[in-house]
């Protein structure tokens, strides 16, 4: 799956699209703009890359942060939470990950956490990608996510 066939499964449900991008860095929200029509579906793409962003513009506590590192479940959950309610979108999607080259926190390189919020339900997946450079990372990590949101919007 691609972002043209996210694109036209979210036009045949008639739903709206958010993103919330932190190691993906806007690449889900370029993508998918680049498909004719996704004015249509598309309501906003947020790159939030820095802790400080995050709980500025998605409200994800230094607490949680702390508590549970900025690569986790609970992270990309409030971020996907959040993006939905500032977008009023049907479905938001949150990126959070580890491209390296360093370890960061308890994370290894490759360690990727993808929240993708729909008709309220949150599902949060983890995904360990074994690229070694830091652009195949993002890549694959952007190529999982369409599959993960296209399976999510047959689903619904």
């Known amino acids: 799956m691609n972002s043209k066939d996210v694109l036209n499964l979210l036009k045949e449900k008639k739903m709206t699209i958010s993103f919330a991008e932190s190691i993906t860095g806007g690449k889900l929200a370029s993508e998918f703009v680049g498909n004719e029509g996704a004015s ?34 609970e992270v990309v959950r409030i971020m996907a939470l ?24 308890d994370t290894n390189v490759g360690d990727v956490y993808v929240g993708i919020i729909v008709k309220g339900n949150i599902n949060t997946y983890k995904l360990i990608i074994k690229e070694k450079t830091r652009k195949k ?6 190529k999982e996510v369409w599959n ?5 919007l047959k689903e619904c």
């Open 82 to 105: 959040n993006a939905q309610k500032l977008a009023n979108a049907d479905i938001s999607v949150a990126t959070s990950g580890n491209a390296g080259p360093t370890v960061l926190g």
């Open 40 to 73: 249509e579906v598309f309501s906003l793409g947020l790159v939030t890359y820095s802790n400080k962003m995050k709980t500025k513009l998605l409200n994800v506590s230094e607490e949680t942060l702390e508590k549970h590192g900025v690569v986790s479940a």
């Open 137 to 142: 990372i993002i890549n694959e990590v952007v």
């Open 148 to 152: 993960l949101i296209y399976k999510t």
